[in-house]
């Protein structure tokens, strides 16, 4: 409740134990008015169901994310704006490694599931990633956007179609200890290039574990939102010819190594 009183407009828990003690965790937040997103480590997955169960009439916003995507679990959403199949996609480097990653793992998933007897379309719908982002400016753009692509293809190979929910985390290993407010200008970054990107939903790591670092990183993306406007704008990137080379770039690399 802190952090939703001084910022933040939604919330991300990291889950790693099972038997939570939900009326404690999620006491005093209305799920109705904030987005309220897991991330379920190994071990943690039949936390999914118990939280939907808890909330089974409530109009939820958000996602769950499973740690291993080769444990994503099934559950059928109550509501349009609630994701239960978030696949996440461990950082890497090479942006084209994280992109094949996503294929493999939401290729898997939605094959598994048909296979299970389950519709295309239903489980598309259920379908979100989790993706790291950092003060690579322009090559986390052309990521979170390529990732659509990819997955637009993807699903329309299936013969159904859909908006996939991307939620992007900017990454720790972009700050460096010896200059700390200059971390805050990577965070900033990454979080300009996510929300050009299209995700969303956003989490901002902060610069350093103390109340003001942890503030700063709830207000960065207010501040964009409100003092940039950038969600007055359909798309900032539009037009730019160097991002939308980029972007066919990681694409068709992404296709040829997923075929490999």
């Not at 013969?159 to 939620?167: E, F, M």
């Not at 790591?205 to 940039?228: D, I, M, Y």
Request: aromatic letters at 8%; hydrophobic letters at 45%; charged letters at 15%.
């Amino acid at each position: 409740m802190h952090y939703l009183s001084t910022g933040a407009d939604g919330i991300l828990f990291v889950v790693n134990q099972i038997g939570l003690n939900l009326p404690a965790l999620l006491a005093g937040i209305a799920v109705e008015d904030c987005a309220v997103s897991l991330l379920l480590d190994a071990g943690c997955e039949s936390e999914a169901g118990r939280y939907l169960e808890f909330y089974k009439n409530k109009n939820l916003t958000g996602c769950i994310f499973y740690r291993q995507s080769t444990q994503v679990i099934y559950h059928k959403s109550l509501s349009a704006n609630f994701v239960t199949c978030g696949i996440y996609i461990n950082p890497d480097k090479n942006p084209v490694n994280e992109l094949v990653q996503a294929l493999g793992a939401g290729v898997a998933l939605m094959d598994k599931l048909t296979n299970q007897g389950l519709s295309a379309q239903a489980i598309a719908a259920q379908v979100g990633f989790c993706v790291s982002i950092d003060s690579d400016f322009f090559v986390s753009i052309a990521k979170l956007k390529a990732l659509r692509i990819l997955w637009n293809t993807v699903l329309t190979a299936y013969g159904v179609s859909g908006a996939v929910q991307i939620h992007a985390i900017s990454t720790s290993w972009t700050k460096d200890s010896f200059q700390p407010h200059g971390n805050l200008i990577k965070s900033t970054t990454a979080a300009l290039a996510a929300i050009v990107g299209g995700c969303n939903y956003l989490t901002v790591q902060p610069e350093s574990e103390n109340e003001p670092g942890n503030r700063a990183a709830r207000l960065v993306s207010a501040v964009l939102r409100e003092e940039s406007h950038l969600s007055k704008v359909a798309d900032p990137t539009a037009g730019s010819y160097y991002l939308a080379s980029l972007i066919e770039q990681l694409v068709d690399k992404s296709w040829q190594q997923f075929f490999n």
